[in-house]
C-alpha cells in the first residue's frame, strides 16, 4: 500500500526545511488520495463549499460546506465523489506539532479516543469563520516562510488544533474523576499494544490493579459499551484492515492475530456479525472498489 510521506511532498525549495503545508482542497491537489494509502503526517481537510466522500479504515465520511476531518499517521483512507464546486483547504503537518506535549500533559483528558471525535468534525459560524482565519494565517505563513515565521505557522497550527479539540470536547465530556479518565486511557493503549494475546477483562483489569466490575464501569461510562466488547472490537478492527488492505489468506490473519485456526477466526466472526470472514471481505470491498 502506497505511503505518503511529507518529507516528499515538495512544491517549493522551502517546503524541505518546513514541518507543514497548506493546499487549495481541489481535484489537482487531491489525485494522490483517490486510492487507499497510508499517511506519515496528520491532514486536516476543511470544506468551504461543495461535497466530498472520505473513506477512513472501514468507515465512510460524507463532508460538506462547514465539516472539517482530522486523518491521523497510518490510517487507512481514500477519498471520492468530490463535487464539480468543492473548495476549501489542506493542512499536512508532522506529528511534532501535534500538541503532543500538552496533550500527554496538562490536556490528557482530551486525548480519549481523539482520532475517533476529529474525523468529523461540524463547527458552529463563530467556531467555522475563527479555524478559516487561523489557517489563513498559516497559508500566508506557509506562501512566504522565513525563520521567524515558520515557528508562527507552528503556533497556529497548534492554536487551529487546539481550537478543533475543545469543540469536540463539548460534544464528547471526558470524566469527571480523574482515575477514571486515567485509567481508561490505559486501558486502550494496553489493549492497543496486546490484543493479538490477551482477551480477557480479567487480564486488563489485573494490570490496572482494579476488578473487572470497576473496568467494565469505566468503559460502558466512557464509550457504551462493556470491556469485553471493547477487547471484541479492536480485533474485529484489525480483521478488517486485513481483510481489506493485505494479501493475508485467512490462514495467514488467523496466525496474525492469535487465532488457533481459521476455523477459529470463522467462528469469531460469524458469532459477532452473522457473516463468514468471506462475506466480509465482499462487504468490505464495497466501500472502496466503486
Given at each position: 500500500m502506497k505511503r505518503l510521506e511529507i518529507k516528499k511532498n515538495i512544491t517549493k525549495k522551502e517546503d524541505e526545511s518546513l514541518s507543514f503545508r497548506v493546499?487549495?482542497?481541489?481535484?489537482?491537489?487531491?489525485?494522490?488520495?483517490?486510492?487507499p494509502h497510508k499517511k506519515d503526517h496528520f491532514c486536516i481537510l476543511m470544506v468551504e463549499s461543495g461535497e466530498i466522500e472520505l473513506h477512513l479504515e472501514e468507515e465512510i465520511i460524507h463532508l460538506k460546506a462547514g465539516k472539517i476531518s482530522m486523518v491521523f499517521p497510518d490510517q487507512i483512507s481514500s477519498l471520492s465523489l468530490l463535487s464539480s464546486e468543492l473548495s476549501g483547504k489542506i493542512i499536512l503537518f508532522e506529528e511534532v506539532l501535534f500538541c503532543s506535549d500538552i496533550l500527554k500533559n496538562e490536556l490528557l483528558s482530551y486525548n480519549v479516543n481523539l482520532s475517533s471525535h476529529l474525523k468529523c468534525i461540524f463547527l458552529s459560524p463563530s467556531e467555522l469563520e475563527h479555524s478559516k482565519s487561523m489557517v489563513s494565517f498559516i497559508e500566508n505563513i506557509y506562501s512566504d516562510p522565513s525563520l521567524i515565521r515558520k515557528e508562527q505557522g507552528r503556533f497556529y497550527i497548534k492554536i487551529l488544533l487546539l481550537g478543533l479539540i475543545e469543540s469536540v470536547h463539548g460534544q464528547h465530556p471526558v470524566f469527571q474523576?480523574?482515575?477514571?479518565?486515567?485509567?481508561?486511557?490505559?486501558?486502550?493503549?494496553?489493549?492497543?499494544?496486546?490484543?493479538?494475546?490477551?482477551?480477557?477483562?480479567?487480564?486488563y483489569a489485573s494490570n490496572l490493579a482494579v476488578t473487572t466490575k470497576k473496568l467494565n464501569s469505566i468503559t460502558k461510562k466512557h464509550c457504551g459499551e462493556t470491556a469485553i466488547n471493547a477487547i471484541h472490537n479492536r480485533i474485529l478492527k484489525e480483521i478488517k484492515r486485513l481483510l481489506m488492505f493485505s494479501d493475508f489468506s485467512h490462514k495467514q490473519i488467523s496466525l496474525e492475530l492469535g487465532f488457533s485456526s481459521p476455523s477459529a477466526l470463522n467462528k469469531f466472526v460469524k458469532s459477532k456479525l452473522d457473516e463468514t470472514p468471506t462475506e466480509l471481505q465482499k462487504e468490505l470491498a464495497q466501500i472502496y472498489i466503486k
Amino acid at each position: 500500500m502506497k505511503r505518503l510521506e511529507i518529507k516528499k511532498n515538495i512544491t517549493k525549495k522551502e517546503d524541505e526545511s518546513l514541518s507543514f503545508r497548506v493546499y487549495d482542497l481541489n481535484k489537482e491537489n487531491l489525485k494522490n488520495y483517490s486510492e487507499p494509502h497510508k499517511k506519515d503526517h496528520f491532514c486536516i481537510l476543511m470544506v468551504e463549499s461543495g461535497e466530498i466522500e472520505l473513506h477512513l479504515e472501514e468507515e465512510i465520511i460524507h463532508l460538506k460546506a462547514g465539516k472539517i476531518s482530522m486523518v491521523f499517521p497510518d490510517q487507512i483512507s481514500s477519498l471520492s465523489l468530490l463535487s464539480s464546486e468543492l473548495s476549501g483547504k489542506i493542512i499536512l503537518f508532522e506529528e511534532v506539532l501535534f500538541c503532543s506535549d500538552i496533550l500527554k500533559n496538562e490536556l490528557l483528558s482530551y486525548n480519549v479516543n481523539l482520532s475517533s471525535h476529529l474525523k468529523c468534525i461540524f463547527l458552529s459560524p463563530s467556531e467555522l469563520e475563527h479555524s478559516k482565519s487561523m489557517v489563513s494565517f498559516i497559508e500566508n505563513i506557509y506562501s512566504d516562510p522565513s525563520l521567524i515565521r515558520k515557528e508562527q505557522g507552528r503556533f497556529y497550527i497548534k492554536i487551529l488544533l487546539l481550537g478543533l479539540i475543545e469543540s469536540v470536547h463539548g460534544q464528547h465530556p471526558v470524566f469527571q474523576h480523574e482515575s477514571d479518565k486515567v485509567l481508561y486511557i490505559r486501558f486502550k493503549k494496553m489493549l492497543n499494544e496486546r490484543y493479538k494475546n490477551e482477551r480477557t477483562v480479567q487480564y486488563y483489569a489485573s494490570n490496572l490493579a482494579v476488578t473487572t466490575k470497576k473496568l467494565n464501569s469505566i468503559t460502558k461510562k466512557h464509550c457504551g459499551e462493556t470491556a469485553i466488547n471493547a477487547i471484541h472490537n479492536r480485533i474485529l478492527k484489525e480483521i478488517k484492515r486485513l481483510l481489506m488492505f493485505s494479501d493475508f489468506s485467512h490462514k495467514q490473519i488467523s496466525l496474525e492475530l492469535g487465532f488457533s485456526s481459521p476455523s477459529a477466526l470463522n467462528k469469531f466472526v460469524k458469532s459477532k456479525l452473522d457473516e463468514t470472514p468471506t462475506e466480509l471481505q465482499k462487504e468490505l470491498a464495497q466501500i472502496y472498489i466503486k
